[in-house]
């Protein structure tokens, strides 16, 4: 602990200045608190403002600091778990829904989502706005693609867009049954319009959900969910996730 | 495509690089192919260096550039699927196990692991290595941390450590019959030793999923295993997982 010993493969500089760094907001630091300005943090731990950038986006990247425009790098709160359900009881349309329906529009599905709902790249389909707030916080935002085939009871009648043409069309996929789902989890950048429900900046790292909803083996919805990578943690499995103290994979490092 | 337009809400200018660049790769660079480098390129967009720097980073989460030491920036291969299987199989000690086996040694259960498996912090464990290859690459290193009430039978006479012991105390855990898992997954940074084994520097960006293994409703097991975040997808579910062309975010952005 703190003390500098060689070893068989040389580390870079800035990892181990995050050790030492991530000892110091163990032992120095409160959740919420703002941290010293870069040069003051470099000048302290004698190392060039780059190498400590570096160590202070490892940080950030393990969930340990969160930086935050006008406000400065904060120690950040240990990262909440957010449940990414196998049971079926989250599919879209479910009594107890996790998400909040924002709009509906109708779209062309991009060329993935067309291939995983079979339809033709470009074909229109119905694009639900959903986002997801945890603890007050909102932790992910969701386009839901739905092709028309999918909810033939949904009416003209009914407004074409907005919150309410949304659980429309939730109310129709709950009417057809889902009945099973496959689903991928990877690294991406929040685009423009998820960084701003999210409160992130562009381009901040997401956690990419895709799920395919399945009813009676066909395709029928496809989600694509971008949660917050800062500050959660996906949780899957029968017995409510697994919930630690802080992050498992920093105390473990 | 292409052109600039006034948006309601600015965008960064990385971020509008991105989308610029992200589109000359579709059109100019084939997979494996090395991008020109820093200088050149800021050249051509007519930008900064910072600026390229970070649009090359949003690639880099995105999957779509690799950077790797003595070769350079070069246009990423589509991700690979890699099953996080719920259905059991994949349970350690399973005869279809996608892992293999590197060592074994006595060790400490860092807290968290430790209470997870609700013992005393810093109680020894039996520490099993194993690493995931997937299509020829090594895409995951894993630390396995069963206790030694866990695997009774496992003989004294056998050697301290090693693969050989790491299989004893895989065969032990099949013995015991695991029957659950919970499981959570989280942004992280590649830690030294998986860094090495994964053949990224320390502080890559990764993915970190928690296992929870249970036998009659007790926690007998807990595994850390680290996915590149570069070339993984994760998938989840009962029919074979989520398969895409490329990495549907990317495109859809």
């Given at each position: 602990m703190g003390?500098?010993?060689?070893?068989?493969?040389?580390?870079?500089?800035?990892?181990?200045?995050?050790t030492v760094l991530s000892e110091a907001l163990d032992s120095e630091f409160a959740v919420?608190?703002?941290?010293?300005?870069?040069?003051?943090?470099?000048?302290?731990?004698?190392?060039?403002?780059?190498?400590?950038?570096?160590?202070?986006?490892?940080?950030?990247?393990?969930?340990r600091?969160?930086?935050?425009?006008?406000?400065?790098?904060?120690v950040?709160?240990?990262?909440?778990?957010?449940?990414?359900?196998?049971?079926?009881?989250?599919?879209?349309?479910?009594?107890?829904?996790?998400?909040?329906?924002?709009?509906?529009?109708?779209?062309?599905?991009?060329?993935?989502?067309?291939?995983?709902?079979?339809?033709?790249?470009?074909?229109?389909?119905?694009?639900?706005?959903?986002?997801?707030?945890?603890?007050?916080?909102?932790?992910?935002?969701?386009?839901?693609?739905?092709?028309?085939?999918?909810?033939?009871?949904?009416?003209?009648?009914?407004?074409?867009?907005?919150?309410?043409?949304?659980?429309?069309?939730?109310?129709?996929?709950?009417?057809?049954?889902?009945?099973?789902?496959?689903?991928?989890?990877?690294?991406?950048?929040?685009?423009?319009?998820?960084?701003?429900?999210?409160?992130?900046?562009?381009?901040?790292?997401?956690?990419?959900?895709?799920?395919?909803?399945?009813?009676?083996?066909?395709?029928?919805?496809?989600?694509?969910?971008?949660?917050?990578?800062?500050?959660?943690?996906?949780?899957?499995?029968?017995?409510?996730?697994?919930?630690?103290?802080r992050?498992?994979?920093a105390q473990?490092?």
């Amino acid at each position: 602990m703190g003390t500098t010993q060689l070893q068989a493969a040389p580390e870079p500089k800035y990892w181990h200045l995050k050790t030492v760094l991530s000892e110091a907001l163990d032992s120095e630091f409160a959740v919420g608190e703002i941290l010293p300005n870069e040069r003051d943090l470099a000048a302290r731990f004698g190392v060039a403002r780059a190498t400590l950038r570096q160590a202070l986006e490892q940080l950030e990247l393990e969930g340990r600091l969160q930086r935050r425009r006008g406000v400065g790098t904060t120690v950040a709160p240990p990262r909440v778990g957010v449940a990414v359900a196998a049971t079926g009881q989250d599919r879209p349309g479910a009594g107890s829904d996790a998400w909040q329906a924002v709009d509906c529009a109708p779209g062309a599905a991009p060329a993935p989502v067309a291939a995983l709902l079979d339809s033709a790249p470009g074909a229109q389909v119905h694009v639900v706005r959903r986002t997801r707030v945890s603890h007050g916080q909102p932790v992910a935002a969701e386009l839901l693609y739905v092709p028309g085939s999918s909810v033939p009871g949904l009416g003209d009648a009914e407004a074409p867009c907005g919150a309410s043409r949304a659980r429309a069309v939730l109310r129709e996929l709950r009417r057809l049954g889902l009945d099973g789902e496959d689903r991928s989890v990877e690294l991406g950048s929040a685009r423009a319009e998820d960084a701003k429900e999210l409160d992130r900046l562009p381009g901040a790292p997401v956690l990419v959900v895709t799920t395919r909803y399945l009813s009676r083996g066909a395709t029928v919805a496809v989600s694509v969910a971008t949660y917050r990578a800062d500050t959660c943690r996906l949780t899957f499995g029968d017995t409510g996730g697994v919930e630690f103290d802080r992050s498992l994979h920093a105390q473990a490092s």
